[in-house]
C-alpha cells in the first residue's frame, strides 16, 4: 500500500481524519464511549439472564402485554448486550462502522430493556451514550483494519464457545423454577439443543422454558449471522510491496542504502510502504495485531524523512493502529521522536565489525582462532561469494538444505530479515558455505550456510545463519570468519553481525560493583534466555570484538509497549498466530509473485536475533 501524491500532504488519508484524531479529546471521547458500552451492554446482558436483575414498579404493565414479548424481548436484550461487548473495543479505536452499529443497537437495546425490565434507568443510559455517540460522531472516522475471511472460522470457534459458556449461565438462572434435578451433561445437552432453536431435556415452571429457549436460540443466531456476515464480507488484505513498490525502494538504497544496515530488509515482501510527497523518502511496516510496525530507520534522503514518517504517521491515525518502531538507529530515533512527539526506549546494541581491523591474533581472539583451526583440521572448507556468482543449481541446493535445517515450522524474523535466498533482484547478497564431502547426505558436501545482504556500496548484514545437525560445532565462527577475511576482494569494509537485546544491561550487570537492580535485570534477562537467545546472542557477537552500535524502540506511550512487545514477537516469529499448514498459501512471495524460495532466517540452530 503506497501513498505517493507529489505535493499533498494529505496523502491518501483525508484531512478530516488527519484532524478528528488528533488532539487529547479525540483519544478522550471514544476511551470513554467504549467503556460506557461495554456497562451498557453487560446491563443488557444481566437483563436477559438473570431474573432479579428485572425487578422493577412498572412490573404492572407486563400484565397487559402480549404474553411471548417478554421472552422475545429478554432474547433481544441478550443479542444487544453481545454485540455491543464486541463493538466496544472498535468504539475505542475510532472506528466508524463500529459506531454505525451502536448508533443502531442501542435504541434497540433500549426498547428491550423498557419492555423485558421495565426499566427506565436502563433506557436513559443507552440513549445518554446514544445521545454521545451522535454528539461527537466525527471523532469515529477511523478505517476498517485489514481483514480475510479466515476470521468468520475465529469467529465462528470463539463466539460458539461463549455462546455455550453463557447458555450454561441462562440455564442455571432459574434455579426455583427447574423441574427435577438435571445434571451437568443435561444442561449441556438443553444448551446445544437451544443454540440450534430446539427444545432440550430441561424442563421449567412458570413459562420460564420460554424466556430461556428464546435467549439460547438469540445466542445461536448471533453466532450464525456475525459468522456469514465474517464470511462473505470482501476481503480488505493487509499492505504488500508491489513491484512499482520495490522498484522504488531499490532505487532509494542505490542512493542512500549505505546509511543503515537495515535498509535492505525494507525489501521484503510482505511489507507495506508509504513514500513521502516527494518520493526521496520512504517508511516500509507490517500491521500485527492492530500495532503499525516500521523497522530501522527510514529509507532515503534524510532530508525527506518528515515527509515519510507524516505520511506513517497518517495512515497509523486513520486506521487509529497503535505505530511503533523497532532497532531504529539512534539518528533515527532522534528524527522520530522530534517529528512525531513519540518516546524512544534503547533496545539493543547492533555488532559492527570493522574489515580493516578484523584480525584472529591477539588473546582475545584466542578461543575464536582455536574453534577455526580445529574444523579446519577436520576436513572442511569455506567458499565466500557473490549469490549472482552461484549456479541455479547450486542455489537451488542452498535453498533446500537452509529450509531442511530450520529447525523449526516458523518462519521468524522481521526486523534484520529478508525471507528469501538466491532472488534474481538480490544479486549483490553474499553467500558462505562450508563444505565436507558425506555420502550419506542429500546436499553433497554442503554443511553449513550464512548469507548476507547488501548494506550500501561497502557493506554486508548478516540475515541468516544454517547448519546441519549433523556437522561440527563452531560452523557459524568459521563461516563468519571466512566472510570477514574475503571481504576485500569483495570490496566489503564492514559487516553487521547480530543484534543484541539489552546488550548494556547484560554487561554491565556481570560487572564488579553493580547494583542490586542492575543484577536482578540482568538475572531476568538470563533466564529469558532460555527461550528467546538474549545472553547466547550478546556473547557469540562479542567473540569477534565488534563496535556496538545502539537500537531502539520508539512508541507513544508506556501502555502501548505490551502490545507492541506482543506484537514484535509475533512478527518475529516467536509467537505463532498464523494459519494451520494445511491451510497456508504455498509457491508464491507476499505480493503473489511467483518467489525464488521464502526462507526462514533462524531456527534452533541459530543466532540471528530480532
Not at 454505525?100 to 421495565?118: D, E, K, N, S
Not at 511467483?594 to 532466517?601: D, F, G, K, R, Y
Request: with cysteine; aromatic share 8%; proline share 5%.
Amino acid at each position: 500500500m503506497s501513498v505517493t501524491v507529489d505535493g499533498d500532504k494529505s496523502g491518501s488519508v483525508p484531512s478530516r481524519i488527519r484532524r478528528v484524531l488528533r488532539g487529547p479529546r479525540a483519544e478522550k471521547v471514544p476511551s470513554l464511549v467504549g467503556t460506557a458500552c461495554t456497562f451498557i451492554g453487560l446491563i443488557d446482558i444481566a437483563a436477559g439472564v438473570f431474573p432479579r436483575f428485572r425487578a422493577s414498579r412498572m412490573h404492572a404493565v407486563a400484565e397487559v402485554l402480549p404474553g411471548t414479548l417478554g421472552p422475545l424481548s429478554a432474547a433481544l436484550s441478550l443479542g444487544v448486550g453481545v454485540l455491543l461487548l464486541l463493538l466496544a473495543h472498535g468504539l475505542k479505536r475510532h472506528k466508524r462502522r463500529a459506531w454505525r452499529a451502536a448508533v443502531i443497537l442501542l435504541p434497540v437495546g433500549a426498547v428491550a430493556q423498557f419492555v423485558y425490565r421495565h426499566s427506565v434507568i436502563g433506557v436513559l443510559f443507552s440513549l445518554l451514550l446514544l445521545a454521545l455517540l451522535l454528539r461527537h460522531r466525527g471523532e469515529f472516522a477511523a478505517l476498517p483494519d485489514p481483514r480475510s475471511r479466515w476470521k468468520a472460522l475465529a469467529n465462528f470457534v470463539l463466539m460458539g464457545a461463549g455462546s455455550i459458556a453463557l447458555g450454561l449461565v441462562i440455564v442455571s438462572a432459574h434455579p426455583g423454577k427447574v423441574i427435577g434435578s438435571p445434571s451437568l451433561s443435561d444442561r449441556l445437552e438443553h444448551v446445544l439443543y437451544g443454540l440450534f432453536g430446539m427444545e432440550g431435556p430441561v424442563a421449567y415452571r412458570g413459562g420460564v422454558d420460554w424466556t430461556v429457549g428464546y435467549s439460547l436460540g438469540a445466542l445461536g443466531l448471533l453466532t450464525a449471522i456475525t459468522t456469514i456476515y465474517l464470511a462473505f464480507r470482501p476481503e480488505h488484505p493487509v499492505a504488500r510491496l508491489t513491484e512499482d513498490d520495490e522498484t522504488r525502494l531499490r532505487a532509494l538504497l542505490d542512493k542512500h542504502g549505505g546509511r543503515d544496515s537495515l535498509g535492505h530488509f525494507a525489501l521484503r515482501r510482505d511489507k507495506g510502504v508509504v513514500f513521502s510527497p516527494s518520493g526521496k523518502a520512504a517508511v516500509c511496516y507490517r500491521v500485527v495485531s492492530g500495532v503499525m510496525l516500521a523497522s530501522g530507520d527510514p529509507i532515503g534522503d534524510v532530508e525527506a524523512w518528515p515527509g515519510a514518517i507524516e505520511r506513517f504517521m497518517d495512515e497509523a491515525k486513520a486506521h487509529s493502529w497503535t505505530p511503533a518502531v523497532m532497532g531504529c538507529s539512534e539518528t533515527g530515533g532522534e528524527v522520530w521522536t522530534r517529528e512525531t512527539g513519540l518516546d524512544a526506549l534503547e533496545l539493543g546494541d547492533e555488532a559492527v565489525v570493522d574489515v580493516a581491523d578484523f584480525s584472529l591474533t591477539g588473546r582475545a581472539m584466542r578461543n575464536v582462532r582455536q574453534m577455526v583451526k580445529r574444523i579446519e583440521r577436520n576436513g572442511y572448507t569455506t567458499r565466500v561469494r557473490r549469490a549472482r556468482d552461484l549456479s541455479d543449481g547450486e542455489l537451488e541446493r542452498i535453498r533446500r538444505a537452509a529450509a531442511d535445517w530450520r529447525g523449526t515450522d516458523t518462519e521468524r524474523g522481521f526486523s534484520m530479515a529478508l525471507g528469501r535466498i538466491g532472488d534474481p533482484a538480490d544479486g549483490d547478497a553474499v553467500i558462505a558455505t562450508a563444505h565436507k564431502e558425506d555420502p550419506d547426505s542429500p546436499y553433497g558436501d554442503l554443511k553449513a550456510i550464512i548469507h548476507f545482504v547488501p548494506w550500501g556500496t561497502d557493506g554486508m548484514s548478516l540475515e541468516l545463519m544454517r547448519r546441519d545437525r549433523s556437522a561440527d560445532p563452531g560452523m557459524n565462527e568459521l563461516l563468519i570468519v571466512a566472510a570477514l577475511q574475503a571481504s576485500p576482494k569483495l570490496g566489503i569494509e564492514r559487516v553487521s553481525l547480530n543484534f543484541a537485546m539489552f546488550r548494556s544491561a547484560l554487561a554491565r550487570g556481570e560487572k564488579l560493583g553493580a547494583g542490586p537492580v542492575l543484577r536482578i535485570w540482568r538475572g531476568l534477562l538470563v533466564f529469558l534466555s532460555r527461550w528467546f537467545q538474549i545472553e547466547s546472542l550478546y556473547k557469540f557477537n562479542a567473540k569477534f570484538q565488534p563496535r556496538w552500535e545502539p537500537r531502539f524502540v520508539v512508541y507513544r506511550n508506556a501502555r502501548d509497549l505490551p502490545r507492541i512487545g506482543f506484537a514484535a514477537m509475533q512478527a518475529e516469529g516467536f509467537v505463532n498466530m498464523e494459519l494451520p499448514r494445511p491451510f497456508r498459501r504455498r509457491g508464491t512471495a507476499a505480493t503473489g509473485r511467483p518467489c525464488a524460495h521464502i526462507t526462514p532466517p533462524r531456527g534452533e540452530h541459530e543466532v540471528r536475533a530480532a
